[in-house]
T-cell receptor
Framework: ETGVTQSPTHLIKTRGQQVTLRCSSQ?????VSWYQQALGQGPQFIFQ???????GRGNFPPRFSGLQFPNYSSELNVNALELDDSALYLC??????????????FGPGTRLLVL | GNSVTQMEGPVTLSEEAFLTINCTYT??????LFWYVQYPGEGLQLLLK?????DKGSNKGFEATYRKETTSFHLEKGSVQVSDSAVYFC?????????FGQGTELSVKP
């Protein structure tokens, strides 16, 4: 069984640019959540996708957007990058239905540096 | 709103010492509770979970009991190893998302 994978592992961008991060969910999981983890902090929820629809959003501006594809993989897009967007971006997948959906399995993350 | 508070780190212990990392939460209802571990340069790994009051989650020698009366979910291990050095996160599940504490860094010395 393949776990959650993310690409790229590291990325350097300059302020104002746009970035796309990718995530492949664990086999059999139809829900993907994205989190931002600033250095020395706990992860903060960005949004969640369930069966290709946004299913909840945290306190992040609209320049953070996402997609989920029919195979349940997902993208996180960030426009007009700011210095404070520098962080580790974590993707997590979970199976749909019942209490099982509460357990989220994380990928290794993408470390984004904005200069 | 719902929140999670962990004891501040870093926590430094000698190998084979007893570990406690405190975690308390504020929540409406009775959310599922989790401990995740993050090794340097890596993502989060699920360590254990509990879904209702008095449940005990356990894995790899770590344990935590869901205490409704004290709204706590403290992580314990009887004898830590150098390989347990990592950052530990307590979290609760609410409305599809996980709400994390700020993390507690554990350093175990030989």
């Amino acid at each position: 069984e393949t776990g959650v994978t993310q690409s790229p592992t590291h990325l350097i961008k300059t302020r104002g640019q746009q970035v796309t991060l990718r995530c492949s969910s664990q086999s059999g999981h139809n829900t993907v959540s994205w989190y931002q983890q600033a250095l020395g902090q706990g992860p903060q929820f960005i949004f969640q996708y369930y069966r290709e629809e946004e299913n909840g959003r945290g306190n992040f501006p609209p320049r953070f957007s996402g997609l989920q594809f029919p195979n349940y993989s997902s993208e996180l897009n960030v426009n007009a990058l700011e210095l404070d967007d520098s962080a580790l971006y974590l993707c997590a997948s979970s199976p749909g239905g019942g209490r099982d959906q509460e357990t989220q399995y994380f990928g290794p993350g993408t470390r984004l540096l904005v200069l | 709103g719902n929140s999670v508070t962990q004891m501040e780190g870093p926590v430094t212990l000698s190998e084979e010492a007893f570990l406690t990392i405190n975690c308390t939460y504020t929540a409406t209802g009775y959310p599922s509770l989790f401990w995740y571990v993050q090794y340097p340069g890596e993502g989060l790994q699920l360590l254990l979970k509990a879904t209702k009051a008095d449940d005990k989650g356990s894995n790899k020698g770590f344990e935590a009991t869901y205490r409704k009366e004290t709204t706590s979910f403290h992580l314990e291990k009887g004898s830590v190893q150098v390989s347990d050095s990592a950052v530990y996160f307590c979290a609760l599940h609410q409305g599809g998302k996980l709400i994390f504490g700020q993390g507690t860094e554990l350093s175990v010395k030989p």
